[in-house]
């Protein structure tokens, strides 16, 4: 055990256990209150009814729920932009099979980041964001259960970040005696173990300190779906976001302190010479059994509430009310109790009982099944209905589209014969892509368009919206699908080069299509950088929403609370006096909410 690994990492607690000291002096909390309410059930205190501070004061003291969301989302997008700059550094990297810039170590670190960014630095939070600013407004609660609690959830990542990133920063200052981890998003031992290099000690106290947050935000979402729904919200009329919102916090509670208490135990043996994953331990494939029983139900954390945002926003762009509505929550649901019993796919070829291996295969299977009962149910929502291909729209039926691909190969990969000749190809990095991105990426940006109105009072340029959506589904399927034809082709994930002939095709084939996923990051990333500046613009200068219904939802009948609660808050608003500048040439001139 190196010294200086130990002495490093009790100082980092020692810092986490101060900043919590001096939070809990900063100020009495207790005496604030948000403009939208959110007093702590059951306090027999005094309210005291205060203005939100101005500036910088409002964002770092706030417990609206509303705030904390525009926080989540402004978090998730920095974390996106950095995951798609590592994810660009790699194309670029393959685009020669010698490789073109990098070397085999920094590949390495900036691979494993990619993928833990993705996944719990942008995938979880920009969930979160539409989950805290909405939640409440779609259940007719004035705010979360415990807004100080949410607050705290929050301001726990941005820490969490800079530690997973750590390595990055501190490796010039140090001399290189402290890198980025280099051991893939999944930490596998023995690797894990043996790497000396206090940047892997960095990036799990990160995610540990993610997961934390992960799980206080959980409690939070079922606590405030549970006590406070408006009276007239029951079971059976609670909206499909909020009902995907609480089994994905069903399921946070479960899986994430597993992972939490796998980290700690991998911790110990690279800090403590523990034995909880040595060979005469508890063996390497604990590490696997562990992290999979956290990590298949991830998935579903990350893709259940998407799912939600497209049974909530297609309707309304179908102009009719969401086909089967409780096979869609009941599904749900199935799948909620179905994820904790398929993770060991992730391990057929580790030589397990084929018992119990072909037990796993049936489960994974099965959990195709409430998969697909959602994507018909969608499908059915727009036939025969009056579709508006809004970007809202466009993106919730590029999910529908990309999820079909990304799911009928995931069935591939639950057959045990197929697994055992693509696992640990690029077919499987082509499959889970379609998912992350192209499913769960893309629900996001219909989420981001569709309320885009609520919670900046403007709207956005409508023309680069589409062209961010065109541009973002050619990339990811030009990308995605070359990956799928490599792995097919035997090539092998996590190589920095590929400049042996190992593979079942010739170089040359694999080159091209290494060239051609290369070429649609390019795609991806002219769409993303589009995306980016019309959020931005528009949110600065972008036309003032007048009108509380600016979809015109109301004439299908499809008006929801939230956009009620919006008419509210711009029928209350108090006029400056000035005259607004004519920008209409912003929505290129379209009729109301029918671009």
């Known amino acids: 055990m190196a010294v200086g690994d130990l002495v490093l990492t009790g100082l980092m607690a020692v810092l986490l256990v101060g900043i919590a000291a001096l939070l809990t002096r900063i100020e009495n909390w207790r005496s604030y209150t948000p403009l939208a309410g959110g007093t702590a059930t059951g306090e027999n205190v005094g309210v005291i009814h205060r203005e939100k501070p101005a500036g910088i004061i409002r964002w770092l003291t706030t417990v609206d729920h509303k705030d904390i969301g525009i926080l989540y989302g402004v978090y998730a997008v920095i974390a996106f932009a950095v995951g798609g700059i590592m994810a660009m550094l790699i194309r670029i990297q393959l685009v020669t099979p010698g490789g073109a810039i990098l070397g085999a170590n920094a590949y390495n670190s900036i691979l494993t980041s990619h993928g833990i960014t993705m996944l719990f630095l942008f995938g979880t939070p920009i969930i979160a964001a539409f989950a805290n600013y909405f939640i409440p407004l779609l259940i007719g609660a004035d705010d979360m259960a415990f807004p100080r609690i949410n607050a705290i959830a929050f301001w726990l990542l941005p820490?969490?970040?800079?530690?997973?990133?750590?390595?990055?920063?501190?490796?010039?200052?140090?001399?290189?005696?402290?890198?980025?981890?280099?051991?893939?998003?999944?930490?596998?031992?023995?690797?894990?173990?043996?790497?000396?290099?206090?940047?892997?000690?960095?990036?799990?106290?990160?995610?540990?300190?993610?997961?934390?947050?992960?799980?206080?935000?959980?409690?939070?979402?079922?606590?405030?779906?549970?006590?406070?729904?408006?009276?007239?919200?029951?079971?059976?009329?609670?909206?499909?976001?909020?009902?995907?919102?609480?089994?994905?916090?069903?399921?946070?509670?479960?899986a994430f302190p597993l992972l939490g208490s796998a980290i700690v135990m991998l911790l110990l043996d690279r800090n403590l010479a523990t034995t909880f994953f040595a060979v005469e331990g508890g063996g390497p494939l604990l590490w696997q059994h562990l992290f999979w029983f956290f990590g298949h139900p991830e998935v579903y954390i990350l893709v259940l509430p998407p799912m939600g945002l497209v049974s909530l926003i297609l309707p309304k762009f179908a102009g009719r009310k969401l086909f089967g509505f409780k096979f869609v929550v009941y599904s749900t649901l199935a799948i909620g109790v179905l994820s904790f019993g398929v993770w060991a796919h992730h391990m057929f070829s580790t030589g397990m009982d084929p018992r119990l291996r072909a037990s796993f295969m049936a489960v994974s299977l099965a959990i195709a099944i409430p998969s697909a009962v959602k994507t018909f149910n969608w499908i059915t929502t727009m036939w025969n209905g009056r579709l508006r291909l809004t970007s809202p729209m466009l993106f919730c039926i590029g999910f529908i589209s990309n999820f079909i691909i990304g799911?009928?190969?995931?069935?591939f990969l639950a057959a045990i014969p197929v697994d055992l000749v693509l696992h640990d190809t690029y077919y499987v990095v082509g499959h889970f892509h379609y998912i992350v991105m192209g499913a769960i990426g893309f629900a996001a940006f219909a989420g981001i368009y569709y309320w885009f109105p609520v919670f900046t009072g403007r709207m956005y340029q409508r023309t680069l919206g589409k062209a961010h959506f065109w541009l973002s589904m050619l990339g990811t399927n030009v990308t995605f699908f070359a990956m799928l034809a490599l792995g097919y082709l035997g090539m092998p994930r996590r190589y920095a080069t590929y400049e042996f002939n190992g593979a079942i095709a010739p170089l040359a084939q694999v080159e091209t299509y290494h060239l051609l996923a290369t070429a649609g990051a390019v795609i991806l990333l002219v769409g993303q950088l589009i995306f980016v500046w019309n959020i931005v613009q528009s949110w600065l200068e972008g036309p003032q929403v007048e009108d509380g219904d600016p979809w015109n939802l109301e004439r299908d009948g499809m008006l929801d609370r939230e956009f009620q609660w919006f008419d509210r808050k711009l029928e209350t608003a108090i006029a400056d006096g000035g005259e607004e500048d004519d920008q209409s040439a912003l929505t290129n001139g379209g009729a109301r909410g029918d671009d």
Request: charged letters at 10%.
């Open 407 to 411: 799911g009928v190969t995931g069935v």
């Open 159 to 254: 820490p969490a970040a800079l530690l997973i990133w750590a390595g990055f920063f501190l490796a010039p200052i140090t001399q290189n005696m402290i890198e980025p981890a280099q051991t893939s998003w999944t930490m596998y031992t023995p690797l894990s173990v043996e790497q000396q290099n206090p940047g892997v000690d960095l990036m799990l106290l990160g995610l540990h300190l993610s997961g934390v947050a992960a799980t206080m935000g959980a409690i939070n979402f079922i606590a405030t779906i549970f006590t406070e729904r408006d009276g007239e919200v029951t079971w059976a009329n609670l909206d499909i976001f909020s009902w995907t919102i609480l089994t994905q916090s069903a399921l946070i509670l479960f």
